[in-house]
Nanobody, 126 residues
């Protein structure tokens, strides 16, 4: 069992930046793939970005590619999501999630992740 806690959300104007953090409760976190997902009101939860346990493999959704960067610091049990050039359509609750399974590549589907945080709200005003 691992607990995940997101932080760093808030209200920002379009074009601005935010950095989200996902802190984990246990050291085995360093062996897990970590993903970021988001859910806007009335919409399904969608994939945003993911990073392998080593940090060597990252994937992004097309909607955030080139604007968001995912990274991790295993010594601090923390994964980050740097969000630049934010748009109103980025407004959502952002969740981090951990995948404890051994896979060849980080997954990009909600169902592949075992553990979820409570989410942090990101609101981008126009």
């Amino acid at each position: 069992q691992v607990q995940l806690v997101e932080s760093g959300g808030g209200l920002v104007q379009a074009g601005g930046s935010l950095r989200l953090s996902c802190a984990a409760s246990r050291r085995s976190f360093s062996s897990y793939t970590i993903g970021w997902f988001r859910q806007a009101p009335g919409k399904e939860r969608e994939f945003v970005a993911t990073v392998s346990w080593s940090g060597g493999i990252t994937y992004y959704s097309d909607s955030v590619k080139g604007r968001f960067t995912i990274s991790r610091d295993n010594a601090k049990n923390t994964v980050y999501l740097q969000m630049n050039s934010l748009k109103p359509e980025d407004t959502a609750v952002y969740y981090c999630a951990a995948d404890s399974h051994v896979r060849s590549l980080p997954p990009r589907t909600v169902g592949a992740y075992d553990y979820w945080g409570q989410g942090t709200q990101v609101t981008v005003s126009s």
